[in-house]
């Protein structure tokens, strides 16, 4: 049979029903949110190891720095601290070896949450806080409640005499190594000539090589006692830790006082408090002294020839994540150290060490 001149019937097309396209919906839709939900939770799982990284990260930094400062506080060579130096430095440095650690005792301990910019006022510590210089970027406008304190000691740098110095000789040179990491600032940085029997404080008229040439920077033209080659040059530094904002995160500071025009550097973020104890070598009773704490004091409790005791310190230290993607990683309402309520739901931990001053005291 001759089908050829038969046209074929089309098939019906059938497309989605409205039921399925909105079952399809519904199921992308619950795909999309469980994938959204993966995401967020990963996200926020990743944000909050990361700011414990650097929370943990950003103690140990904190205890490396200070801790290491710290134990050299006082230094002046093999001499002990409590022997007076000869000053020839004019004007008068800022050594003071007896109290080569000074501290400021917050006069509240409770600092308000979120931790903001505050007015600085010397009197917020007890003793007041130490303010040097009237530049604006000398001030320290630590943050109220938070305590402070200033270390001093002789850095050593390698310079190690190489030939004898008189005493009583005019314009006397100094020869140290060439390979020395001295750095040092003619006319400016506080220099220690040092050995075991007298430490000398001067600044040099010249550094290539290290010279007093007159009475431009120090009282004498020449030192008062002859050095041998067991004797070192030394940088004497001043510095004062503290805390205060930087770029809207409280941060830990130290200035550096020996500068001409002292300037506070930014050291580690998101340190929100600290707060300091002294270890104080000298019976209560009887003042007699046996190398061991008899007691830890803030520093306003501290008697001001006890400071010379000093042999160790306990410092107390909150740090807290930083920026946006710090914050609302826990539902913590309170600080784990001392039950301050805190609005920002920031992650926070708590650091506590003591460090012992490693230089001779008697």
Not at 14 to 39: D, H, K
Not at 63 to 86: E, F, H, W, Y
Not at 265 to 271: A, F, K, N, R
Not at 299 to 323: F, K
Request: hydrophobic share 35%; with cysteine; aromatic share 6%.
């Amino acid at each position: 049979m001759d089908t050829s001149g038969i046209t074929a019937r089309p098939r019906r097309q059938r497309g989605f029903s409205i039921v399925e396209i909105l079952l399809a919906m519904a199921l992308s839709l619950i795909l999309t949110l469980v994938v959204s939900q993966i995401y967020l939770g990963s996200k926020q799982t990743y944000l909050l190891q990361e700011a414990q990284s650097r929370l943990q990260e950003n103690g140990r930094f904190a205890l490396q720095i200070l801790a290491k400062d710290i134990r050299r506080a006082g230094n002046m060579g093999c001499l002990s601290i409590k022997k007076t130096p000869v000053v020839l430095a004019n004007p008068t440095p800022t050594i003071t070896p007896a109290t080569s650690i000074m501290g400021y005792n917050a006069n509240s301990d409770i600092i308000s949450y979120p931790v903001s910019d505050q007015t600085y006022s010397k009197t917020n510590w007890t003793p007041d806080a130490p303010d040097i210089g009237t530049a604006e970027s000398g001030k320290l406008k630590a943050i109220a409640g938070t305590d402070i304190f200033t270390i001093q000691s002789a850095e050593p740098c390698g310079g190690q005499l190489q030939a004898q110095v008189l005493g009583m000789t005019g314009s006397p040179e100094v020869s140290i190594p060439s390979t020395n990491t001295c750095s040092i600032q003619a006319g400016s940085d506080e220099l220690i000539l040092s050995d075991c029997g007298q430490t000398e404080v001067f600044r040099a008229d010249s550094v290539s090589p290290i010279k007093i040439t007159g009475k431009t920077n120090n009282t004498l033209d020449h030192f008062t006692y002859t050095h041998g080659v067991d004797a070192e040059v030394m940088v004497f530094h001043s510095h004062t830790y503290f805390i205060r904002m930087f770029n809207g995160e409280p941060t830990l500071y130290r200035r550096e006082n020996t500068e001409i025009t002292p300037t506070p550097q930014p050291l580690i973020e998101g340190v929100e408090n600290m707060q300091v104890l002294y270890g104080i070598d000298k019976d209560p009773t009887d003042g007699t002294a046996d190398g061991s704490v008899d007691r830890y004091l803030s520093a306003n409790n501290v008697p001001t020839p006890d400071w010379a005791n000093v042999i160790a310190v306990r410092i107390d230290l909150v740090l807290r994540s930083t920026g946006e993607e710090g914050k609302y990683l826990t539902s913590t309402t309170t600080t784990a150290c001392d039950g301050t309520a805190v609005t920002d739901q920031r992650l926070r931990r708590c650091y506590s060490f003591t460090v012992n001053l490693r230089n001779p005291r008697a």
